[in-house]
T-cell receptor, first 113, second 114 residues
Framework: AQTVTQSQPEMSVQEAETVTLSCTYDTSESDYYLFWYKQPPSRQMILVIR??????QNATENRFSVNFQKAAKSFSLKISDSQLGDAAMYFC??????????FGKGTKLTVNP | DTGVSQDPRHKITKRGQNVTFRCDPI?????LYWYRQTLGQGPEFLTY????????KSRLLSDRFSAERPKGSFSTLEIQRTEQGDSAMYLC????????????FGQGTRLTVV
């Protein structure tokens, strides 16, 4: 079964600093996508960034980038120049076979002014 | 289109009662998902529709749970004879029908069983 492990239940970062959230996963699929989703307090889940497993180049979206290590099944998220609006739960997500998504337990990110 | 909407946002019910939740996906999305999220956990998959066909159900979905998506539009999730363990946030998401596509989530329905 597909699994996702986020070993950091909580992280904090100073505004304008950089933080990295860790994720390891296990999947039996050979061609897959990986995602980071963000869930702000009392608001809906939104996609932060997406990585295609067959692409060696790490995905970037403005201040968000990933470090994808396929052999190690590692998929970390780096947030640069952190902003107060980045405070949220962050979920690492892998496909669970068929079309469903498998979520990690999440990392709660606090941004300190 | 204002995104995925869910109704109600909050529901408090007595143990043993039936409840029904509604999800309106983004209109052009043919995939629709239901997830359950308990406090401190990530969402867990419950079931998935492609158009009106329910293609997969999780083992988490006991016989007390049923979901429908008539005509491939909105979806309902019904829980019969609710139990305290059913207390959770129920999330609906929709997406287009291709690999790696982004799932758009609603704000969820928070169910409290007392």
């Amino acid at each position: 079964a597909q699994t996702v492990t986020q070993s950091q239940p909580e992280m904090s970062v100073q505004e304008a600093e950089t933080v990295t959230l860790s994720c390891t996963y296990d999947t039996s699929e050979s061609d897959y996508y990986l995602f980071w989703y963000k869930q702000p307090p009392s608001r809906q889940m939104i996609l932060v960034i997406r990585q295609e497993a067959y692409k060696q180049q790490n995905a970037t979206e403005n201040r968000f980038s990933v470090n994808f290590q396929k052999a190690a099944k590692s998929f970390s998220l780096k947030i640069s120049d952190s902003q107060l609006g980045d405070a949220a739960m962050y979920f690492c997500v892998t496909p669970g076979g068929s079309e469903k998504l498998v979520f990690g337990k999440g990392t709660k990110l606090t941004v300190n002014p | 289109d204002t995104g995925v909407s869910q109704d109600p946002r909050h529901k408090i019910t007595k143990r043993g009662q039936n409840v029904t939740f509604r999800c309106d996906p983004i209109s052009e999305h043919n995939r629709l998902y239901w997830y359950r999220q308990t406090l401190g956990q990530g969402p867990e998959f419950l079931t998935y529709f492609q158009n009106e066909a329910q293609l997969e159900k999780s083992r988490l979905l006991s016989d007390r749970f049923s979901a429908e998506r008539p005509k491939g539009s909105f979806s309902t999730l019904e829980i019969q004879r609710t139990e305290q363990g059913d207390s959770a946030m129920y999330l609906c998401a929709s997406s287009l029908n291709f690999r790696g596509t982004e799932a758009f989530f609603g704000q969820g329905t928070r169910l409290t069983v007392v």
